[in-house]
């Protein structure tokens, strides 16, 4: 429970002036995501503890080594939630790793993403300043939002010391309905109920079942139980819980994992292994051996990007490639934020 | 990268070529009807809404297709002229005011809903359509926009996105950052970049948030893929009336207490409600001292469930009185009043001044004090009209430009607002983006490594800094302007020689 910030700046400091690159870790959960990546270990998961929470002002703000599980057990107190459902890929599933690689749950469609409920970061830049970005308040447009940028930068940037977040309220209640259908059906029948103001907060295809998660007002919720028939599924919670921290089955085994990012009304490509669909079409996860050179066609076509999540071959590339003047443009911004380029060399691309 | 490249000033005029010559380049692709280099119908776009700040530009230009707008670009970088972007024109912030040495980059003739996808809900547009013109393409789909600026009969896209707009709706629905999939950008040296994607994220740094309220300092956005949202089925109102602002300030802090996000929650004090029911004839009880719109939309079972809570927790507040809107009708005069609050407002004085400011929801008793106090000290009144629900303030500064020094006192007083805002832990703009306006008062947020960080970022899009100059983050020569300088350091020369500390 205590302030690491001076240590963690005089850390990177000493790597910057012996020439040392760092490598950053929370809680070692992520440690299969991203490239293989070298450099000295810079442990931010000692640097932890909630530094404020005031649930009438929706805000939370943790120091980043901050277990997920502390910060949601204290919400839960008070009836409120991380709404973005981060996973928890174990129990030492870290605040600033969450944010670094952008992790949401399956309600992400409907109820926003880590980035979405950030609201402010403190920062070690390569330079070892101390810096903050964003606040606690709900809006803030003062300068460039660079706390956001932080989102899937796989630490690239800086050390994430501090994060702020937008906390929500319980729903009052959640059912969740199953029915039998093949995933082609399913993507239509979710795209077209998600396009009605009924109270949807997590859509998943999986093994012919399509799974739907209604949360919000109890009359409301119940009414639209009734309109669509369906069967209340009673695992429910277990369910969502395992599908977010990747306990289902599906994820069991060694066969690499892909995440296509994609348009959620994308037709379904015709690519060997076995698919789980979440976020109502708008993530697809494939297990199979593959390669990325010939799944990012495919994730192009269907207006999205394909990850290579874990699995396969960690030192080529895992992330989708990006055209040429992306690369430049977040080359300058790395060497704008990291000119000795200390963190996570080749975390996120070889070229980074 | 040079540190110095932060000091840099305007590109100097001299070396290009002159106005003429520029819009010979110029006409020799666009209309030449619109390369603009008189006067008389160059001073519409002298300024944004904010309209105490002025300039003429050396050239406006309306092009219409993006390969022109790649192509002003493209002439512009290879002889270092600035170029402002500008949609509406309805900034409050001066940040579309042109560069007297540049040239003003009007998107108005982007006026195309490109495509809107129901099932996959969403629209491509391009960036001069109005944010209101995406809602009622949608509506027939049963779908809508969520960011609702007030000015959004005017205001475009492609300045929502610069400058991270929000509205009524996005303490539930969010900012425009929540609400944008997908961004087509031209860089400064007339790149075309596709930013975002179809799917909900994309690998890589968040270059998309980075643009979300970039302020045209980045790039001319000149398309933008947004989501959209089913229209609710029922949405309703209740007003309520409180005897002080401190009861007021309480009850906005039970709502969220009680669990219920209301789709908008808006607080005017007695300035406001006076001058808006003059204007609006909204039934308002002008002798309330505060007075609350909470709007709850949902499945018509959650609309009548969180209204009865809504208005049970009023009364326990002490409210004086409540109403609730019974029709779509009485729904719309009840926001009528808010909606028409600052051209009310403009009706009670010769002129106003607003203010943009975000705070902690629990200190809004307090700010309000200090502000009444601020008040007396400077002999000038204020109006507030905000969005309480997220602690983002609206004071409304009355003034008479004609009275001399009496903007000087108002930019002052408006100065010390922001000022208290960061004391209590909040910002100096929650929506209206910094621009010219508050650039003295980005010191205040931030310290001198955190605005060197800001110009590193910039210099990643734009080294030369041609982009909307002298906007957004303030540099050595207008930090010296702004205060008393310090010997620079050998470290950081650039902006150690402005900004303060945190609180
Ligand atoms: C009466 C009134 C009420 C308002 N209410 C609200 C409110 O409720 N919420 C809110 O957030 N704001 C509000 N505003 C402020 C303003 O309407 C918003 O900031 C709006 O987004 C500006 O859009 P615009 O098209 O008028 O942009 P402009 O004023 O033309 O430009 C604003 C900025 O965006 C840049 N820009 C414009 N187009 C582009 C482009 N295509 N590419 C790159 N940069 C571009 C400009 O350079 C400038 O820096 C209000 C203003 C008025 C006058």
Redesign the interface.
């Known amino acids: 429970m205590s302030d690491l910030t001076r240590q963690l700046q005089q850390q990177v400091l000493s790597a910057r002036s012996e020439g040392r690159q760092l490598n950053i870790v929370g809680g070692g959960s992520k440690a299969f995501m991203g490239r293989q990546s070298s450099g000295d270990l810079l442990d931010v998961g000692q640097h932890r503890g909630v530094v404020s929470y005031?649930?009438?002002?929706?805000?939370v703000t943790a120091r980043a080594g901050t277990p997920i599980g502390e910060i949601e057990a204290l919400l839960e107190e008070q009836?409120q939630m991380l709404a973005f459902e981060p996973p928890r890929f174990s129990d030492q599933s870290t605040l600033g790793g969450t944010l670094a690689c952008?992790l949401s749950g399956p309600g992400?469609?409907w109820q926003?993403?880590m980035?979405?409920h950030l609201l402010g970061i403190r920062l070690i830049?390569g330079?070892g300043?101390a810096?903050?970005?964003g606040?606690?308040?709900?809006?803030?447009?003062?300068?460039?939002?660079?706390s956001?940028?932080?989102?899937?930068?796989m630490g690239?940037?800086g050390v994430i010391t501090e994060v702020s977040l937008k906390v929500?309220?319980?729903p009052?209640c959640q059912v969740t309905l199953v029915e039998s259908m093949g995933l082609d059906e399913a993507l239509r029948v979710s795209?077209?109920r998600?396009?009605?103001?009924?109270?949807i907060s997590a859509v998943c295809w999986w093994q012919g079942k399509l799974h739907t998660r209604l949360a919000?007002?109890?009359?409301?919720v119940?009414?639209?139980v009734q309109q669509w028939g369906g069967e209340p599924y009673s695992e429910a919670d277990e369910f969502w819980r395992q599908l977010r921290d990747q306990q289902l089955e599906f994820f069991a085994g060694d066969t690499p994992l892909w995440r296509?990012?994609?348009?959620?009304?994308?037709p379904q490509p015709a690519l060997d292994g076995e698919w789980l669909v979440d976020?109502g079409g708008?993530?697809r996860w494939l297990r199979a051996a593959g390669d990325i050179e010939r799944y990012e066609p495919v994730a192009k076509e269907?207006?999205?990007?394909v990850?290579l999540f874990k699995g396969g071959d960690r030192s080529g590339e895992v992330?989708?490639s990006?055209?040429h003047?992306?690369q430049t443009?977040?080359q300058?911004?790395k060497?704008?934020?990291d000119?000795d380029s200390l963190f996570n060399p080749g975390r996120?691309?070889s070229w980074m | 990268m040079s540190e110095l490249a932060n000091t840099r000033p305007s590109p100097s005029p001299n070396t290009g070529p002159d106005r003429g010559q520029l819009a010979q380049l110029f006409r020799q692709f666009i209309d030449p009807d619109f390369v603009i280099e008189d006067p008389e119908t160059q001073k519409p776009y002298e300024c944004d809404g904010l309209s105490m700040y002025c300039e003429m530009p050396l050239l406006v230009v309306l092009p219409e297709t993006v390969e022109q707008v790649q192509q002003v670009m493209k002439i512009c970088h290879q002889h270092q002229v600035p170029v402002v972007a500008r949609g509406a024109g309805t900034g409050l912030c001066a940040g579309a005011m042109p560069n007297r040495q540049g040239v003003l980059l009007s998107l108005a003739k982007f006026k195309r809903i490109l495509e809107i996808d129901p099932l996959g809900r969403t629209a491509r547009v391009q960036p001069g359509v109005r944010n209101l013109a995406i809602s009622e393409a949608a509506a027939r789909h049963g779908l809508y926009y969520g960011p609702d600026p007030s000015s959004q009969i005017a205001c475009t896209i492609g300045g929502n996105v610069a400058e991270n707009s929000g509205g009524v709706h996005c303490l539930k629905y969010g900012l425009t950052v929540h609400n944008v999939l997908k961004v087509e950008l031209i860089t400064v040296e007339g790149e075309r970049l596709t930013i975002g994607s179809g799917g909900l994220d994309s690998p890589g740094m968040d270059l998309l948030a980075l643009l979300n309220g970039s302020e045209g300092l980045l790039g001319v956005v000149t398309e933008v893929t947004v989501k959209l949202l089913p229209i609710p089925e029922k949405a309703r109102v209740v007003m309520a009336a409180f005897d002080s602002v401190q009861a007021a300030g309480d009850a906005v802090g039970g709502i969220i207490a009680e669990g219920i996000i209301p789709a908008g929650l808006e607080m005017m004090d007695s300035h406001a409600i006076r001058a808006a029911e003059d204007f609006a004839r909204a039934g308002y009880p002008k002798d309330a001292q505060a007075l609350l719109l909470c709007e709850v939309d949902g499945t018509c079972e959650e609309v009548q469930e969180h209204i009865e809570r809504v208005e049970q927790l009023f009364h326990r507040f002490g409210a004086t009185s409540i109403r609730t809107s019974q029709s779509e009708a009485e729904r719309a005069l009840l926001w009528k009043g808010r909606k028409s609050a600052f051209p009310a407002v403009g009706r009670i004085s010769p002129d106003y001044y607003c203010m943009d400011g975000t705070i902690p929801r629990g200190q809004l008793a307090h700010v309000l004090t200090e502000m009444q106090k601020m008040s007396e000290h400077y002999g000038l009144r204020v109006a507030n009209v905000f969005h309480a629900g997220d602690g983002n303030l609206h004071p409304l500064i009355l003034f008479d430009a004609n009275v001399p020094g009496e903007f000087e006192k108002t930019e002052a007083f408006g100065a010390k607002i922001l000022e208290l805002c960061v004391q209590v832990g909040g910002c100096i703009t929650g929506e209206h983006g910094v621009g010219i306006e508050k650039i003295r008062q980005m010191p205040v947020q931030f310290n001198p490594e955190e605005l060197a960080q800001f110009h590193r970022i910039k210099a990643a899009f734009d080294p030369a800094g041609t982009l909307n100059p002298g906007k957004g983050v303030p540099t050595l020569r207008q930090c010296q302007e702004y205060r008393s300088i310090e010997p620079p350091s050998a470290e950081h020369p650039a902006p150690s020689s402005c900004g303060g500390s945190h609180v």
């Open positions: 005031q649930p009438v002002e929706l805000v009836g952008n992400r469609p926003g993403s980035r979405d830049n330079r300043e810096l903050r970005f606040g606690q308040v709900m809006k803030n447009v003062a300068g460039y939002d660079v956001r940028l932080m989102a899937g930068a690239t940037l929500l309220p319980r009052a795209n077209e998600a396009a009605t103001p009924k109270p919000g007002a109890r009359s409301s119940e009414s639209t296509f990012s994609v348009s959620p009304t994308a976020w708008a993530q269907m207006g999205g990007s990850t992330f989708h990006q055209p003047a992306l443009l977040q300058r911004l060497r704008g934020f000119p996120l691309y």
